[in-house]
């Protein structure tokens, strides 16, 4: 068991979803681990860029904040 | 019935919706906030207008009840600034959430005990220069400290509470300078050369400090009838009447909430009735976007705001079930299918843009691993793969939440280095100390030999340069190493990686001079210029192809013999 404090994590309903979003943010290569298909880490400033992008598109993700 | 329940412009209820007004139109403008610490006078403008009794701009006294609201929703976190804005802060959830009676105490308390309030500055009768230049050491004024103003807050509202009927204003006025002259600044030395004026305090549009020779009136009196017309009417203690500039107590009994919305086909929420609650309407406005312009207060549904309420923790059912009971009709059934169809979609994506995540590894069942209560403190919820995640908590609450034995990597700040180079192309990176980003690493630009060991792989290396700035990848690679690379292995990686381009070794034609003087006039013949490539430095060119040959029979011309040989003459 692992504690990371400080990071984005992402979980969508499929992978598909998944990657759908990361690439509209275009934050694929920059993915820190996939712990799941669908559940993706990343540093908080691509998460918020996640966020902003599917924002902008109509899309409004559940922000747990 | 008591007077505040007759009257619903009376009382705290009514003051508090002044209050809510304000925390209504920071949520809908979220305003940027100055270097003065206080949003721009566009924010002033709005908050003012959406006030039941706006203050006056044409007065020239500035906007002193959205100021005097601005600084107790920042004394109850209510507002806090985030990133050079005005935002709702924790706080907000918490005080909105209270009932009646304990929120309007702990807004009074909050008044009395207020630090960042300077009450002296508020009162429109009068001007503080001094203020300005605070910040100097030889600025000297007589302006009540923090704690001053706290006791003197409180002197005046014991005497006022005192009277038990219909008072003017004067007399209370009257009674205060009697009984106690210095509630709010010492005039023990009145009398002395030394004490002529009121420093730094003068009547608005003064040019001289107001003097304490029959001065009284016009600074305490007027901070008295500020008071009351002000904080002690507005936060329900007393009912103070304008006209005839009298006051009388109230006995704090407000009545019930009374109040209905109105949600409409086209999104929009109306509340309607003449004892409004903060209470509920917070909770209409945390998930709504409300519109701060005009009296009658009106929500718009929205999806994002809709969605940020769930991510916050609550949930949609719940939301369209306060809906339902706060309106006596039914709800428009385009608005329900489009709630419910919003909170089913936001389910589809989840995102913890600041989290902790408690990561199982191997076969880990972290459900049974994790300690019930530490979940719980912590708010960890699992995600596919048998992993917790958790809004990421104060260190202080992750500490003391933590399994015995057991650290965060906090990924807000550099991280150790992890890997250790080996002899060669080999890395040894042991599992159990390998955090994200060292793991990203590897990942991007080595291929695994066995569980603890990986190779530094060329092809991986290039591939990764595609995506990412190779200076960006030697970065991180620096970053993640316990120690340098070999320096060979470091060429190469910033061969592989496209930092280096193609270095040339092979046969190429060149001109060497003997010295600099011969060198000066070599560049002065335009045949010589003609045949090179690039100088390679002091006396050295690289030639076109076929240039030796060409620049011999030229200089032959002149009788000039070229040697054979590269080595030193």
Redesign the interface.
């Known amino acids: 068991?692992?504690?990371?404090?400080?990071?984005?994590?992402?979980?969508?309903?499929n992978e598909q979803?998944l990657v759908e979003?990361l690439t509209i943010a275009r934050v694929q290569?920059r993915?820190?681990?996939k712990?799941?298909?669908?559940?993706a880490?990343l540093?908080?400033e691509d998460?918020?860029l996640?966020?902003d992008a599917?924002?902008k598109l109509?899309?409004?993700?559940?922000?747990?904040? | 019935m008591t007077r505040a329940a007759i009257d619903p412009r009376k009382g705290y209820r009514a003051g508090e919706l002044d209050f809510f007004s304000l925390v209504e139109t920071v949520i809908a403008k979220a305003p940027r906030v100055l270097k003065n610490g206080l949003p721009n006078l566009a924010f002033f403008r709005a908050a003012n207008a959406a006030l039941a009794q706006p203050d006056n701009e044409d007065e020239g006294h500035g906007y002193t009840q959205v100021e005097f609201w601005l600084a107790l929703a920042r004394e109850l976190d209510v507002l806090r600034i985030v990133q050079d804005r005005l935002e709702t802060g924790p706080g907000a959830a918490q005080f909105f959430g209270l009932p009646f009676v304990q929120r309007r105490e702990r807004m009074r308390e909050a008044f009395l005990d207020c630090r960042a309030m300077n009450d002296f500055a508020l009162v429109p009768e009068l001007e503080l220069p001094g203020l300005k230049k605070l910040g100097t050491v030889d600025s000297l004024s007589d302006v009540p400290g923090p704690e001053a103003r706290s006791a003197a807050r409180r002197t005046v509202l014991q005497t006022a509470l005192g009277c038990l009927e219909e008072t003017p204003l004067r007399k209370l006025v009257q009674l205060l300078q009697t009984q106690s002259p210095g509630f709010a600044m010492d005039h023990s030395e009145d009398t002395s050369w030394r004490k002529v004026h009121y420093r730094g305090i003068r009547e608005r549009g003064g040019r001289e400090d107001v003097e304490r020779q029959g001065g009284w009136d016009r600074v305490e009196g007027a901070y008295i009838r500020w008071l009351v017309a002000l904080p002690f009417h507005r936060l329900g203690w007393l009912d103070h009447n304008p006209a005839t500039q009298t006051f009388e107590p109230l006995d704090g009994d407000e009545g019930e909430p009374s109040f209905e919305i109105i949600v409409q086909p086209n999104f929009e929420v109306l509340a309607l009735g003449d004892r409004l609650d903060a209470g509920q309407l917070w909770r209409v406005a945390s998930f709504t976007r409300p519109q701060a312009e005009g009296r009658v207060r009106k929500y718009m549904l929205e999806?994002?705001p809709?969605?940020?309420a769930?991510?916050?923790g609550q949930s949609a059912a719940a939301l369209v079930a306060l809906l339902a009971e706060l309106s006596r009709k039914p709800l428009p059934q385009n608005v329900r299918f489009s709630l419910d169809d919003?909170g089913a979609?936001?389910?589809?994506?989840?995102?913890?843009?600041?989290?902790?995540?408690?990561?199982?590894?191997g076969v880990?069942d972290?459900a049974s691993?994790?300690p019930e209560v530490a979940r719980e403190k912590l708010g960890l919820t699992k995600?596919?793969?048998g992993?917790f995640?958790a809004?990421?908590p104060d260190a202080a609450d992750?500490r003391q939440n933590?399994?015995p034995r057991?650290?965060?990597?906090?990924?807000?700040r550099r991280l150790a280095p992890v890997i250790v180079p080996q002899q060669g192309l080999r890395l040894h990176a042991p599992a159990e100390v390998l955090?994200?980003?060292a793991?990203?690493l590897l990942e991007l630009i080595a291929s695994r030999q066995s569980a603890d060991y990986w190779l530094l792989d060329a092809k991986l290396v290039t591939a990764a340069s595609r995506?990412?700035d190779p200076e960006e990848l030697r970065r991180r690679v620096e970053e993640a190493l316990t120690r340098p690379l070999e320096p060979a292995h470091a060429l190469a990686l910033r061969g592989w990686s496209g930092e280096f381009a193609p270095a040339y070794a092979g046969t190429a034609e060149v001109f060497l001079c003997h010295n600099d003087a011969q060198a000066e006039l070599m560049e002065t013949l335009p045949e010589f210029a003609a045949w090179v490539d690039r100088k390679l430095g002091r006396g050295c060119w690289l030639l076109r192809q076929g240039g030796a040959a060409h620049l011999r029979k030229l200089l032959q011309g002149y009788g000039i013999k070229l040697r054979d040989h590269t080595r030193r003459t």
């Open positions: 068991m692992k504690f990371h404090q400080h990071v984005g994590v992402i979980e969508a309903e979803a979003a290569a993915v820190l681990a712990l799941a298909p669908n559940v880490v540093e908080r998460a918020a996640v966020i599917l924002q109509g899309l409004h993700p559940k922000v747990m904040q | 999806k994002k809709f969605t940020d769930l991510g916050s919003w979609s936001s389910e589809r994506m989840k995102i913890w843009p600041d989290a902790l995540l408690v990561e199982a590894e880990e972290l691993l994790l995600v596919s793969g992993h995640v809004i990421a992750l933590l399994p057991r650290t965060a990597l906090d990924y807000s955090h994200l980003r793991r990203q995506s990412m």
